[in-house]
């Protein structure tokens, strides 16, 4: 099933500049694990060393939170996930 990972620009160098990533997956840890497969090096942006989301990644599925489900999120074909980064400061 074909899911369309939409990546914030910040990433984009980890993905040869791509903005838009096809994946395949039934859910959203699936659709993760796909495009770490394809380009390995996003791999520590997104997920900590326990295959968890990082605290400051948001997913969204059609525009809608992931959360409190996140990886466990199920998804179908011709969706849509944002990653979203939360930058803070002070």
Same mark, same amino acid.
């Given at each position: 099933?074909? =899911?369309?990972? +939409?990546?914030?620009?910040?990433?984009?160098? *980890?993905?040869?500049?791509? &903005?838009?990533?096809? =994946? +395949?997956?039934?859910?959203?840890?699936?659709?993760?694990?796909?495009? =770490?497969?394809? *380009?390995?090096?996003? !791999?520590?942006?997104?997920?900590?060393? !326990?295959?968890? /989301? /990082?605290?400051? =990644?948001?997913?969204?599925?059609?525009?809608?939170? &992931?959360?409190?489900?996140?990886?466990? !999120?199920?998804? !179908?074909?011709?969706?849509? /996930?944002? %990653?979203?980064? %939360?930058?803070?400061?002070?």
């Amino acid at each position: 099933m074909s =899911v369309r990972i +939409n990546l914030p620009p910040t990433l984009h160098s *980890f993905t040869n500049n791509q &903005a838009v990533v096809e =994946v +395949n997956g039934s859910t959203v840890g699936e659709c993760l694990n796909e495009l =770490v497969r394809q *380009f390995p090096r996003i !791999k520590p942006m997104l997920l900590d060393k !326990k295959g968890r /989301l /990082l605290n400051y =990644v948001d997913i969204y599925v059609n525009y809608e939170s &992931a959360y409190p489900e996140e990886l466990a !999120k199920p998804v !179908k074909d011709g969706d849509e /996930l944002y %990653i979203t980064l %939360i930058i803070a400061g002070g």
